[in-house]
T-cell receptor, first 114, second 118 residues
Framework: GAGVSQTPSNKVTEKGKYVELRCDPISGHTALYWYRQSLGQGPEFLIYFQGTGAADDSGLPNDRFFAVRPEGSVSTLKIQRTERGDSAVYLC????????????FGPGTRLTVL | AQTVTQSQPEMSVQEAETVTLSCTYDTSENNYYLFWYKQPPSRQMILVIRQEAYKQQNATENRFSVNFQKAAKSFSLKISDSQLGDTAMYFCAFTCAIGGTSYGKLTFGQGTILTVHP
């Protein structure tokens, strides 16, 4: 079956603009995670959905970041008023049940804010 | 707070030899899970091996095995018979349930770049 997919694979935007990053999890996976990975670093947790609800959004850096998963499948990470410091690879992962199960990662979206 | 530390930024090994990557973590929780993930240059993160903290037996997956020392909070990865395809960034990661909440986020270390030389 298909793995986790993310679109776009690359996004270049200007400082101050709004961006949306999309994640399609593996079909049937109830848990979905967003991470942010800066160059040469490990991924940092942003938000975790269990079904449609955000079970843990403690990693969102500020109120410019928001994520939704309205039907318990596809998720969108939204960033308002982008800043140069938001430049990173945004990774999405999904898992069956809780996070102690294997998380399957997508290829990521590389966001560059000019 | 939970932290994961990988003290080796880079490692190299000759093909067919054995290499060990180090990881230490800090937590006050008793029930948790530890993982090693591999991230090749293609960027796709892949699970290598998983260990439940309540299991004393070290996990093994083919050429990959771990040395889990719970008291020392150490979780090293041993790769035997290294292959060129093992060249990648390796991340140690941790998850636990806090205060009755479900397991969710992974906390990652800084990563170790492993290069396998022919």
């Amino acid at each position: 079956g298909a793995g986790v997919s993310q679109t776009p694979s690359n996004k270049v935007t200007e400082k101050g603009k709004y961006v949306e990053l999309r994640c399609d999890p593996i079909s049937g996976h109830t848990a979905l995670y967003w991470y942010r990975q800066s160059l040469g670093q490990g991924p940092e947790f942003l938000i975790y959905f269990q079904g449609t609800g955000a079970a843990d959004d403690s990693g969102l850096p500020n109120d410019r970041f928001f994520a939704v998963r309205p039907e318990g499948s596809v998720s969108t990470l939204k960033i308002q008023r982008t800043e140069r410091g938001d430049s990173a690879v945004y990774l999405c992962a999904s898992s069956q049940g809780q996070g102690y199960n294997e998380q399957f990662f997508g290829p990521g979206t590389r966001l560059t804010v000019l | 707070a939970q932290t994961v530390t990988q003290s080796q930024p880079e490692m190299s090994v000759q093909e067919a030899e054995t290499v060990t990557l180090s990881c230490t973590y800090d937590t006050s929780e008793n029930n948790y899970y530890l993982f090693w993930y591999k991230q090749p240059p293609s960027r796709q993160m892949i699970l290598v091996i998983r260990q439940e903290a309540y299991k004393q037996q070290n996990a093994t997956e083919n050429r990959f095995s771990v040395n889990f020392q719970k008291a020392a909070k150490s979780f090293s990865l041993k790769i035997s018979d290294s292959q060129l395809g093992d060249t990648a960034m390796y991340f140690c990661a941790f998850t636990c349930a806090i205060g009755g909440t479900s397991y969710g986020k992974l906390t990652f270390g800084q990563g170790t770049i492993l290069t396998v030389h022919p």
